[in-house]
């Protein structure tokens, strides 16, 4: 560590081949950009981390993993909404994934599920450690995080017996078929997932500003994420819902490139 203010510097070298700097923390020269109600402030550059294209070297972008599952498609639309605000931040890109359906064909086909978009792919257990952030969304079941997504976080043991999701900051978006169907109780409860891997809970808090204090709609989200109200299955989520989704993938590739 540095030296504290009105210490005196010790005049004692280091042993041969061994620096006498201070080395750099994991964050200390990626982006600092956070943003709150549209602003953003960006206090260095990410130059250390580099691609190759075309012969070209350029600034590897970090990823925010969107991991989601959606039953009747209104977590997807968040997900979609909200890897718009990722990709808005330079040097940061959203990357939808859907985690794996543990439900039987003609049990959906009653349930009346619509088909799943191919263009997102599956999630792997072994993809995780890829990410430098995640957005878990998922619908809730009686204020928890649907089962679907409760059996892959199950199925990540090894990934927690080694630690390797340690540090990495996460957030959740929901949806409820009622305005007091979890809202919030579905991300609070799914904290537990995060704490167990040693990952860092990031909620958006109020930083969506006066949208979050509005009371002239019906309005999904809270401080733990954003969420929207799908009722029987037919409702589309509000302007409001989509901004605040937008706005949390905004917030997350602040907090990542910071």
Known sequence: MGKGGGCVPSKQRAPKGVSDKDPPTPNQERNSTVIISGQSQTQSINTTTTQVQDGL??????KIFIVFYSTYGHVEILAKRMK????????????????????????????????????????????????DGFLFGFPTRYGCMAAQMKAFFDSTGRLWEQQKLAGVPAGFFVSTGTQGGGQETTAWTAITQL????????????????????????????????????????REPSDTELALAEHQGKYMAGIVKS
């Open 84 to 131: 718009k605000g990722v990709d808005s931040i330079e040097g940061v890109e959203g990357v939808l994934y859907r985690v794996p359906e543990t439900l039987a064909p003609d049990i959906l086909e009653q349930m009346r599920v619509p088909p799943k978009d191919n263009e997102v792919p599956l999630i792997s257990v072994e993809e995780l450690v890829e990410a």
């Open 57 to 62: 070297q350029f600034p590897k972008k970090l």
């Open 195 to 234: 704490a167990h891997h040693g990952m860092l809970y990031v909620p958006i808090g109020y930083t969506f500003g006066a949208g979050m204090f509005k009371m002239d709609s019906i309005r999904g989200g809270s401080p733990y994420g954003a969420g929207v109200f799908s009722g029987d299955g037919t």
